[in-house]
């Protein structure tokens, strides 16, 4: 049973950053692909970057590539989200999905999902 937990959400002044981390369990994620979105309230939950675990290939919607970055920790089985110059329009609950097709990920349907983690940016 794959289990996905994200950490790391809080509340950040507008310009500030944050760190989101995925804790993935429950099988060998090499050949899965990790993503993370996010729904703001009222609207629905959007691509925002994702990796593809073994190539180690990137991906990022327009409006936070520049200011987002994924990465992964191989020997914990974590993705990272870092997110800098955050804007109150980044204000939203974030998912970790995984998936093994990297398509389904960029897609916003990984077959995985976290619970969430609520990020507040004020202004």
């Known amino acids: 049973q794959v289990q996905l937990v994200e950490s790391g959400g809080g509340l950040v002044q507008a310009g500030g950053s944050l760190r989101l981390s995925c804790a993935a369990s429950?099988?060998?994620?090499?050949?899965?692909?990790m993503g993370w979105f996010r729904r703001a309230p009222g609207k629905e939950r959007e691509f925002v970057a994702a990796?593809?675990?073994?190539?180690?290939?990137?991906y990022y919607a327009d409006s936070v590539k520049g200011r987002f970055t994924i990465s992964k920790d191989n020997a914990k089985n974590t993705v990272h989200l870092q997110m800098y110059s955050l804007k109150p329009e980044d204000t939203a609950v974030y998912y970790c999905g995984a998936d093994p097709n990297i398509l389904m990920v960029r897609a916003v349907t990984p077959g995985y999902w976290g619970q969430g983690t609520q990020v507040t940016v004020s202004s």
């Open positions: 990796l593809n675990w073994n190539a180690g290939i990137a």
């Open positions: 429950g099988r060998t994620f090499g050949s899965y692909a």
